[in-house]
């Protein structure tokens, strides 16, 4: 995490590339919100296009990008090899992350979330900028995937520790479905919706209450999905600020609900 003043700082003499990535459920207006207003310098990032690939019923609605394309992506944004890169949005770390967690998975060790997203760094006196910024200039980034561990269906399935499901409790119990063809969720995992990372302010909770909060799940190795493994990226990132290292199932529940042979579990 960075903190808005922290990020004021830092930018005054430091290279950071910066990534605006506002996206949420039902909302396509990402593009025209970061015209509205970005933190200066700032590249979009959409996160249908360019952080996953194609959606499919077998693959879920957010799968992982194929390497190559995502290594197009961010030298398109204009990172560079060993740049220090920050990620926002404007709803507390959620699309953020994915970005993140991407990132990271890539190979890209100095990467961090603004904590409290453009709501903070606005409270906190920072400037915005309105309209298109120039285009970046290409950058020379390189994706070595595999910095941050993965599970497929099949290892979710048999997963020997805690399975965090990170959507909100109703719909891990089944009680609405709005959106994957069966409700519930993959039998033995735990709900732990991830809006429980944030404060009532739309910071991440401290380290302290996070390690309080994940321990009450169980122990052994942890894995996290959600709907389309967007929000699970969050719940990660909020587990590597406990210290706890985390594994993401990709495809999550909207894979797992499209594959009838896969069982589906209701209730608590």
């Known amino acids: 995490m960075i903190s808005s003043a922290q990020l004021r700082e830092e930018l005054v003499d430091n290279d950071i590339h910066l990534l ?8 396509p207006n990402g593009p025209q919100h970061y015209l509205d207003g970005h933190i200066p310098g700032a590249v979009f990032v959409d996160l249908e296009t360019e952080l996953a690939a194609a959606p499919s019923p077998a693959r879920g609605r957010h799968p992982l990008p ?5 290594e197009k992506c961010a030298r398109s944004w204009g990172l560079a090899e060993g740049q220090p890169v920050v990620v926002y949005d404007a709803t507390g770390g959620m699309a953020a992350a994915r970005a993140w967690w991407l990132l990271r998975w890539a190979g890209v060790e100095n990467v961090r979330i603004l904590d409290g997203g453009l709501p903070s760094w606005i409270a906190k006196g920072g400037e ?3 309209g298109a910024e120039p285009d970046p200039v290409g950058g020379d980034l390189v994706v070595r995937p595999g910095g941050l561990p993965v599970i497929d269906a099949d290892a979710a399935a048999k997963w020997s520790g805690v399975l965090l499901d990170a959507r909100a409790g109703e ?4 009680e609405v479905e709005p ?15 991830t809006a429980e990372n944030l404060d009532s302010t739309g910071h991440f909770r401290s380290a302290e209450e996070l390690r309080d909060r994940f321990a009450g ?6 894995a996290v999905y959600c709907g389309s493994g967007v929000t699970a990226a969050h719940q990660i990132a909020a587990l590597a600020v406990a210290g706890i290292d985390a594994a993401l199932y990709p495809g999550s529940y909207s894979q797992w609900s499209n594959d009838a042979k896969r069982p589906v579990a209701t209730g608590d």
Request: no cysteine; aromatic share 10%; proline share 15%.
């Open 171 to 174: 719909r891990y119990r089944g």
């Open 20 to 27: 605006d990535v506002r996206w949420a459920l039902g909302d």
């Open 66 to 70: 194929d390497p190559g394309t995502f």
């Open 217 to 222: 799940f169980g122990e052994g190795p942890v």
């Open 179 to 193: 959106i994957d063809p069966r409700p519930g969720h993959i039998p033995g995992a735990v709900s732990a919706p």
């Open 128 to 130: 915005l900028a309105t």
